[in-house]
């Protein structure tokens, strides 16, 4: 089990906000939406093109959306639904621009949710971290002490790696990712549940040792988030920080930066 060390040590950036703000991480398979407007976020988990549960969660209100998105088209049903309510609508890399410095040799390629997560974790630790994204894909990605983005690794997920086996070798039984993995399965099924929870950790613990050996600083924060991030927090070996909201913070904080003094 991975060793959970203490959230941020500053306060939540939101906190600062005297306006209703809704973030939005467009990720492959779905939108998730914080509307920051109480104690705790209203957050749900809702689909590209949903349009009267998009709709409803703006019956909240926003006065502005901040969001991130590496899918072709999928902010769309709700940018238009913003634009017929009048909600101001800014984006990652877009109206909201990057504001680290950056090593990535191909900077157009780089999935907004990447940055917007390291600076994220910059911003709340002021030291160099590697940020660990559970999704559909789990990002391992390093961001130095001076808030430069070095860089990353792109792997298949827990789910993505039980669903390339299964249409791959159809006739094993599927992996049960709410398993415990054993050390030695003793039936077929036990077999690929541990094998694909041992592979998901093993990736994620592997790359982290090779971005820290490129840092030199084996004692790296590692950050983790992401939908899948629970697998890695009970089953992974590494002392991990988990901050589920990361990528709403990294919004929150830029969408504040475009704001005058007076709103921040």
Known sequence: MATLLPPFRDPVPWRRLDVRLLTVDCGNSTLDCMVHDDEP?????????????????????????????????GLDTLAALAAERRIPFAVAG?????????????????GSDRWVAAFAAHHGFGEACVVVDCGTAVTIDLVDAN??????????????????????APVLPAADLGAVPLAVPRSSKDAVSSGVLHAFCG?????????????????LRVVLTGGEAAI????GTLPVTPVPDLVHRGLVELWSRLQPQSNG
């Open 94 to 110: 877009h109206q909201l621009p990057c504001p680290l410095e950056s090593d990535y040799t191909t900077p157009a390629t780089l």
């Open 41 to 73: 976020a209203h957050r749900s988990q809702l689909g590209h093109t949903d349009r009267g549960a998009l709709a409803a969660l703006l019956e909240r209100a926003p006065c502005a959306i901040a969001a991130t998105s590496n899918v072709a088209g």
């Open 203 to 219: 990736v994620v613990e592997r790359a982290v040792r090779a971005l820290a050996d490129a840092a030199d600083d084996p004692q």
């Open 147 to 168: 808030g430069r983005f070095r860089g990353g690794m792109i792997a298949p997920g827990a789910a993505t790696m039980a669903f390339g086996l299964a249409q791959r």
């Open 232 to 235: 890695y927090a009970k089953h």
